[in-house]
Each structure stands twice: as structure tokens, then as C-alpha cells.
């Protein structure tokens, strides 16, 4: 994750470096465009950071019965950082989170590169295959949240298909099985955005110039070699701007992961977004949420801004 | 119980069709209050009720009960000035055809009878499965003022009275008199049934509209079965019956447990937020009459032998269920129950009526279904047999209503015992009995059955209160984590239950000690006593 | 252009190798779609793939209707929902199309807002959930809550990053020549911004928008929390779909998700032209 933003920022900051110096109707044009942009990000982050500031300091749950302003009267300082530091659970919605899109990024990338590759020229039926390809990123998450719930039952369709090859009944049951249900779910969100990674990469590939001769490439001897050298540095911009995209969007996972397993077995699917979720709504301890999404944006910004740093000295 | 929609039977339809068309557009039609029904629609010396079906007159009231107060009182704050226009009342969206479908044929709905009593517009917002405390919380925290009445869990009563979010309701109890505890007509356990349901540290808080006492259900025509018996007998010898104790549980189910012919022994519920409510059953029938959650002092009692052995069998409890019981809710064990996939379960008290039912021809199981109180263990004074109440809807008045009498009112008309018989009645949700007016009543009783209703009569007896005290669902979280834990390998029983005791430590000290203790009394007080003569 | 046959072969196989797998989800939610009652609750031996009795009851059902083999009615049918995201969704991408692709045009030619690509990164990787609180309160003080157009705000502000980054890019490789060549002739920078720029964007701006339609289409937990009943969404108003007397409405779910499909669809369909070019837009360059 690190390393993906990383590079985000540094090959798309670049060119904001080069801008053109202009004039003061440049500029005032420049801040016109960027300021309802501004505006959105200030409304969006001023107040929420604040109060977040606020009652992270404090023990407030909305089970107290005081409002939110009140909520001097549970001070206790840095309590909640040092609870959360200790809290495994936390440490571990994390860690599998991570795992979630260790896993789900490579591959979707593997994937949607291999696929960007076959469909870079023209060849019959290349415009209904590829709009067959886009459809789950159409399928709303929930929905196939349910659909994957039922997918994995242990008498259910992935069962039956895997009985199928097997020649025997086979009645894995998937999601009560911690590891097994982490690989459905893990599935679930590979089958979604797999397209979406196809299309940006696709969208980057055929920019590539020679694009004519992607395919005829591909058969030569060294097309690995040529595909390396010549068309993977031109899409650099784009690889990264597809894997930033997903990976960003695989941190906060949640719709379909708590339609199909509400993160269980136990924690075994608990992503943060979903460890979060349950902290809210069903201990209510917002002071300690608080905390836990104050740590998760310091952090988030350390990152961010130490990969620029490191990008525009490189 | 949360979560049904309603169903209709098939001669309900084309009146819910017309009754949503209604709803629409009620506002401008909103009933003239004046309108007179003619006199002769009620039994005599009756003020109001429902009217137009046989036996209507045992819905009907007279002044001085708790709904004609209501009405009168309702009445009396209009001509005051001081009633709402409408009243705003959340409610689980499975819940709400009880309210809004007439029944029986000829019937008024309940909301039509309200509206024409009162000329108050009943407004109800539907809430989704299982957001029901997600959405009052909200309203709560952002002040955000929709509505008048919410509808909740009621284990949530104490955690939403803390909030500061409903009122208290004991001088509109005094002032207008429900009778809850009324000896013939109300809460099963009287004073106690009253206190568990409605109270929290000893003051009215919410007025139940909902019987969610788990209840054991059988199929009979595997329990029936010559064959089965003999096999049975042959096997374990002694008779093939629904049983009385876990060690007798758990023989049956695994002696019917065919997978291979999609029969499962019992899918008594093992996921995540519902599991646990089957662990307390065997957990809390360890000792005679009971064995607590804490003591008195507040100490956690669970990481004991009692604990790791109900602990032990919940997880090997797993062998005679579905591969896939730590993923199903309720709606999978409905599913899979109707579709003839289990021998026993342990549901809410209206699968029977949900499933054995000739209006439902998705379902296999119509005629086939029994029912039976919950397995025990054996003391020296005989069988303790527990289940638990898990859920329930209890409704609250909002603290930001404008108008909270008139809430309260219309709770004390809708949750008194013969507006609510009328309406539990009524197939179209999952409102369920818990009054005695109810179990004796035989429009409830044909929708219940009557197989089903003694036994829910008795298992109410026997009935534990899951935890109320605020807190209560972070320290239902902590268990069912580690249950969860427990299920699926990655703890041992042991290990749960003392993992679960160090939870609870955390968040009794969160929760402030004193208020623990005095709540944990409370709820002690509805323990039952009852002990079952041990099998012969 | 020369293709050689095996590279062809290789080709198909692969193709629908991939496509028979990642069909598999849909091709169930359509057939599940379309499956009487009875056929829902299969497992194992009696699985079926495709319905053995089609029906529309599962579509008739959830706009209010009832089908003949379901015995429940709704309380609350389809189409408000239905409504409530297309309004959501609609104007939260037009805001966050409108913002995003001004700003990126902004910092790409004039170097302005040089602090927005950092704080849209943060905007975007911060989990919603974690600062659902604060909203939450700020949007009941603002009166936003269960509003169609309180949640198309806040779509809006969650993803404008990606209509900004996505956009960015688009600009950076155009080339600036044609812009240049306009302000030469003596067009102010707006006019060049207006006819020019945006004009020659319309590929990437289509794709952009269907990506944020899509993302927001999709919501469930921001809509879950901040609607309570006039502006349920399609994805929270999907577990309303459950019944005591048949377990989850998976018939009814998957017929509702079906018709959740259509607007993207629709749209992809109707940009396809735009994508296509959008695809080859980069080609500007050489």
C-alpha cells in the first residue's frame, strides 16, 4: 500500500511542477477551478477532525446521555490512544485488511493486465466480449453480497461445480470456516473490480503507441522483453493510478464482506471498515472510535506525505 | 420478534393491495373523528373496538379498561388542543402489516381503528432487519427527531433509558392505569413479567408489543414414525420423544442428523449476534434452579465448570448441524425448516405459525410441526428446564416527542391485552403473545396453534432474561465473540469463557459498577424457579 | 496486421476461460431472478441452475405486487428506492464531476491547489465509517439527514477524488498545443477551458462519470446511516427482502439486483462510443 501511493504521488505530482507559470489571470483562473474542490475538502474535513479531536479525549458514548459538546465531562486524555495501541483486534482488522489487499490487488492487476493484453487490437467479437467483462463492476456490492452468501453454502452452486470436476459430493463449508470464509470473501472482491482494473489498464495500453503491434508482438521471441521495455515504462502512470484506485478502495472493503459473513466467523473477516462499524453501532464507545480514526488519518498522512517527499527528491 | 415481513394469506392480498392504496394517500383522508359508528357495531356498554367479524366483541372495551382510558384520555387531550396531528412510530418493517392489514375478514386494521377512535394519524416508518437500535441511535445522538414512538430490542432499554433518549413513563402509568399485571388478562408473572418487560431499575421505560420467548419446535411425522422409534429404541433404549434433557437432545438430533438426505438433527441457531442465546439455554440450566451469569457483588460467574461444559456441548453441538450453521441466520433456519431440513429447532414463537401454516405452499412441513418445552438437566430436585427471551420489541416514547402522552397512550391501547390479542391474531407480523389474555385466545390460538400455544405458555415459565443492564450488548458482543471463537477451533472452551470474563471486567468498569449491581438484581428478580419432575 | 492462428486460439480460450468463471455470480443472480419460490431454497441434490418454472412474481413482488407463488406482501415497495439512489447517485456524480474535473484541470495547467492531491488521497482512503459520527451530526444539524440530495452531497464529496485523479491524468497528457494554438488567436483561458478543453475531454469525462456513477450507485453504509425512510437506497433497502415464511427473499433480492444493473448499464451502453474513444484518447499525443 505504501509503495503503490507512493508512486501515485510522485508521477502524477510531477507535471503540477512544470506548470506553466502564468500570469495573475492564470492564477486567478487556477484558484477559481480549484476552489469549490477546496471548499467540498474543508467542509468535508474541518468539522468532522475537530470533533473527532475532541471527543477522542474524552470516554463519551451516546449512552451517556450528555450531547456530543459535553463531552468534557468524561475526560480522560490519551486513554483511548493507549487502549487502542493494546487493542488486538484493532491491530488485527488491520493486519488481515492488509492481507485482504495484499492478496486482491495482485491479482486483480495479474488479471486485468492479462486480459487489457488480449484485447488491445481488433479481432471479431472484441466489443461484446469486453462489455461481458465489464458486468460485475455493474452489479451492485450488496447484491452480490447475497449472491455470494449463497454461492458458498455447502450445498450450493461453487460446491456443485466443484463436485462436478471432482466426481464425488463435494460440501465445503465455506463460510464457517475462518481461513475459507476469508478466501470467499477474497473472491468476491476479485470477481468485482477485476474489470475495473481491465478497463483502466486496457485504457492505458492502447495510448501506448504502436499500439498496432501489441499482439503481433506478443507472438515474437522476445515479446516479454519488448512488452517490458516498451510498453509497461508508457503505462507506468496508469498502472499506478489503476492499482492506487483499488488499493485505496480495498482499505475500506466493506459491503460485501458484512452481507456475506458480517465479518465472521468470530473476527475472521473483519476488515477495519467492518471492525469500525461494529465499534459504533453496537458497543457504542464513539470517544474510542474516535481515537481509532484519528490514529488511522495521522497515519494515512504520514504515509502520503513521506511518499511525496521521497518522489520529488527522486 | 424482529424480522418478518409481514405475509398475508392469499385472501389478504388483493386487501393489502387496497390498504397500501389507503396508506398513500391517508393524509387528506384522514378520518373525521366525529363519525359515529352505529352503536349497534358494539356489544353493549363497549365504547370501542374493532368491529365487523365474529367474535369482535371479546376486542371490544369498555371505559373503564385500559383501552377505553386510553381512547378516553386521548379524547380528552384533543378537546385540550393538546394532542398531535399524527403520531410518528418506528417499527421493524416485518412488524408493521400486524398494524396496517386488516383481519380477519371484515375487520378493520388496527391502524383504521386507531385513527377513527382518535382522529390521531398513526405514521409508521419502517426500519430494516436488525437496524433498529442503529436508526434510534441515531435520532438519539444527532437529535434528530423523527419520531415519536421507537421499537426495540428489549435488552436495549436499559442502554436507550441511559442515553437520556426515552422517558420515563411512570406518572402516564399511574395517571391512566394499564394493568399490566392484571391476573386474568396480563403479563405471564405479573408484577415480575411487568418489571422484566417494561422496566428498567425500577421505572417504566417501555411497553412490550412482542413475546420472543424461545421455543422448541419438532417435526412430528419423524418423531411419529413406527420405524424411526423402533430404530430409536433399539439404539439408545429408551423411547423416541421430544426431550427433556440436553444429553437426550443431543442423542436425538444426532440419531436423525442424515445430511446426506438434507436432514439436519437441530439447527438451533450457532451465528454470530444469535448463536449465544442457545448457549444460555445450556448454560444457564447448569444449576438448580439456575445458574447465573453473575452474582449479587457483580462478579462474572461464566468462567467456571459450568461455563467450559455448556461451552463443550455448544461446540459439539455443531456435529448434528447444518456445514454451514455458523453462517446462517434466521432466515436460512426458516428456510431450511420449511423446507423440511431439520428435525428439531429452537425459534421464536411464531415459526409454527409461519410454517405450519396451509397459506404458506412454499412450505413442507404444514400438519408436521410440534412443539416442546426446552431441554433441561437433571438436579437432585429435578429438570431445569430454561430457555431464554432474546429480542422482543419493546416500544419507548422518544424524548424529543412533542407530544409523549399521547404516545404513551396509544402504546397503552396497543399493548393492552385486548387490542393486542386482537392484533397478534393477526398472521400479517411478528408480534407474538405473551399476555395470558392472548394465550387463551382462540382467534391467537388458531393462528398459533393450539399444539404450540401451551407449549409457549410453559416455556414463558421458564423463561431467563438475556442481559438488560446497559452494557448489554457490548457484553453480548464479548461472549459471542468468544463463543464464535470456540466454534470455529480458535479457542478452546476453557479459554472462551475466561477470555469472555476479562471482557466483561473491561466493560462493567466502563459502565460504572454500582449501576452494574443494582441492574443485575433487577434482572435476577425474573429468574424463574420452576423446577420439571426428572423423567422416569 | 499479422496474427498468427494459435495466438487467435490462445486468445478465445483464455477469453472465456476468464468469462465462464466471473459469469458464474451473474448468471445466478439472473436465474435466481426469474426462480418461482420453491426453487430458491435448493441446495445440493436439488440445485438447479436454471428455473424450472420462470416467473416475473419475483419483479412483480418488489413494486408491491403479489405473485402467486409468494405469500408475503411489502410494506415498502421497489420504487421509491429505486428513486432515491438514481437521484443520489445522479447529482453525487455531477458534484463530484463538476469539482473534480475543474480542480484537476486547475492544478494540471495553472499549478493551483497544489495541497489537492494529498488531501483528495486522504478524502478518498479514509474509510467512510470512521468519521460517520461527526457526519452524522453535522448533517441532522444541517437538516441533510434521510435527504436525497444530503446524500448526493456527500457522494459527491467522496468521489470527487476520483473523478479529480482520473481527470488529472486526462489533462496532463493533452497535449497543449491546441490550447495554446486557441489562446494565440486571442481566446481568454476560460473560453479555451470551456470550448475547447472540456470539448476534446468528452471521452475521458464519460468514463470518469460512469466510474463515479458506479461507486456511487453502489453505497450501502453511507446510505445506511444517513437515511432513515423517504431516501432508503436500493442497497439498504435490499434487506427489507426477508421473510419468516421463506428465510431471506433471495428471488426478490436477486430480481431487485438485476434491476439495480440497468442504469449502469444503460450508461456504459450509451457511452460506449465515449469509451471507446476515451480508451484511445492517450493516441492524441503522437
Partial sequence: MTDMTTNDMGATASPQDAAVPGGSEEKRLGLWLTLPAQLLVIFIALFPILMQVYISLTDWSPLDGIPWYRAYELWIGLLNYADLANDPRFWSAMWRTCIVMAICVPVQFLLGLGLAILFVDDFPGRRVLYSTILVPMMVVPAVAGYMFFMLFQSGGPVNDILSFFAGRPVTIAWLSDPDLALFATIVSDIWQWTPLMFLILLAGMVSVPQDQQMAAVLLGASWWRRFRTIVLPRMKTIIIIAVAIRVIENFKVFDNFYIMTGGGPGVATETISIYIYKVTQQELIWGYVAAIALAILIVLSVVSALAIKKLRSA | ?536 | MQRSLSFEIFRYAAIFTFLALSLIPTIWMISMAFKPIAEWQASGADLTWWPENPTLDNFRFIFGESGSDLIVALERTAGRPILASLLAATFGTLIAMVAGTSAAYGLSRFGAGGNLPLALIQLRIFPPMAVMIPVMIMWAFLGLIDTWYGLALIYGIVTMPFSFWLMKTFFDDMPREIEDAALVEGCSRWRVFLKITLPMMRPALASSALFVFILNWSDYLIALLLTTRDWVTIPVYMASLSSSMTGQLYGAKAALGLIAAVPPVIMGIAIQKQLVRGLTFGALKE
Wanted: charged share 20%; proline share 6%.
Fill in chain 2, 1 to 536: 420478534m424482529t424480522h418478518h415481513p409481514r405475509f398475508s394469506r392469499r385472501r389478504f392480498l388483493s386487501a393489502a393491495a387496497q390498504t397500501t392504496a389507503l396508506v398513500a394517500v391517508s393524509s387528506p383522508l384522514v378520518l373525521r373523528p366525529g363519525r359515529a359508528r352505529a352503536a349497534s357495531d358494539l356489544a353493549q356498554g363497549m365504547i370501542g373496538g374493532p368491529t365487523g367479524f365474529p367474535g369482535a366483541e371479546r376486542y371490544q372495551y369498555g371505559p373503564d379498561t385500559p383501552e377505553g382510558r386510553a381512547i378516553e384520555a386521548v379524547k380528552a387531550l384533543k378537546a385540550a388542543g393538546k394532542a398531535p396531528e399524527r403520531i410518528v412510530l418506528g417499527l421493524s418493517d416485518g412488524s408493521i402489516g400486524q398494524i396496517t392489514q386488516p383481519f380477519p375478514e371484515g375487520a378493520p386494521s388496527v391502524k383504521d381503528l386507531w385513527e377513527q377512535e382518535t382522529g390521531i394519524t398513526l405514521d409508521i416508518v419502517g426500519v430494516p432487519n436488525g437496524q433498529e437500535f442503529t436508526k434510534v441511535m441515531q435520532d438519539v445522538s444527532t437529535n434528530g427527531g423523527g419520531f415519536d414512538i421507537y421499537a426495540v430490542e428489549w435488552n436495549r432499554l436499559g442502554d436507550l433509558a441511559e442515553t437520556g433518549g426515552i422517558i420515563a413513563l411512570d406518572d402516564f402509568v399511574a395517571a391512566h392505569r394499564p394493568e399490566w399485571d392484571d391476573p386474568e388478562r396480563g403479563y405471564v408473572n405479573g408484577k415480575q413479567g411487568v418489571s422484566l418487560l417494561n422496566e428498567y431499575r425500577g421505572t417504566v421505560y417501555g411497553v412490550s408489543l412482542d413475546g420472543d420467548f424461545q421455543t422448541w419446535n419438532h417435526r412430528t411425522d419423524l418423531f411419529n414414525d413406527p420405524n424411526e422409534q423402533k430404530a430409536f429404541a433399539d439404539k439408545h433404549g429408551y423411547e423416541l420423544a421430544p426431550p427433556k434433557t440436553w444429553k437426550q437432545h443431543d442423542e436425538i438430533a444426532a440419531f436423525f442428523h442424515r445430511p446426506d438426505q438434507g436432514l439436519f438433527g437441530s439447527t438451533d441457531l450457532r451465528n454470530q449476534g444469535w448463536g449465544y442465546t442457545n448457549w444460555y439455554q445450556r448454560y444457564v440450566s447448569m444449576d438448580a434452579p439456575n445458574q447465573f451469569l453473575f452474582a449479587d457483588d457483580g462478579t462474572a460467574l461464566i468462567n467456571s465448570e459450568a461455563g467450559w461444559q455448556a461451552t463443550q456441548e455448544y461446540v459439539d453441538s455443531l456435529s448434528h448441524h447444518s456445514p454451514d450453521a455458523i453462517s446462517w441466520g434466521w432466515p436460512e433456519q426458516y428456510g431450511n425448516f420449511g423446507n423440511g431440513g431439520a428435525a428439531m429447532t429452537c425459534a421464536f414463537s411464531n415459526l409454527p405459525k409461519f410454517l405450519d401454516n396451509p397459506a404458506n405452499e412454499g412450505s413442507k412441513v404444514t400438519g408436521k410441526v410440534g412443539s416442546h418445552l426446552p431441554p433441561g438437566r437433571e438436579h437432585d430436585d429435578g429438570i431445569s428446564a430454561r430457555t431464554v427471551l432474546w429480542l422482543n420489541l419493546t416500544a419507548c416514547v422518544s424524548s424529543q416527542s412533542d407530544h409523549p402522552e399521547a404516545a404513551y397512550l396509544l402504546l397503552q391501547w396497543l399493548g393492552s391485552s385486548r387490542i393486542y390479542s386482537w392484533m397478534t391474531a393477526n398472521p400479517s407480523g411478528y408480534f407474538d403473545p405473551f399476555q395470558l389474555a392472548n394465550f387463551a385466545d382462540p382467534l391467537v390460538r388458531e393462528t398459533y396453534h393450539d399444539y404450540h400455544m401451551d407449549v409457549v405458555r410453559e416455556s414463558v415459565e421458564r423463561t431467563v432474561p438475556t442481559i438488560n443492564y446497559p452494557g448489554a450488548t457490548a457484553f453480548h458482543n464479548a461472549l459471542d465473540e468468544n463463543l464464535m471463537a470456540a466454534l470455529t477451533g480458535g479457542m478452546d472452551a476453557e479459554q472462551a469463557m475466561a477470555n469472555t470474563e476479562r471482557q466483561w471486567k473491561r466493560i462493567a468498569r466502563r459502565v460504572g459498577e454500582d449501576k452494574l449491581i443494582e441492574a443485575i438484581q433487577a434482572n435476577k428478580a425474573a429468574w424463574p424457579t420452576v423446577m420439571d419432575p426428572a423423567s422416569s
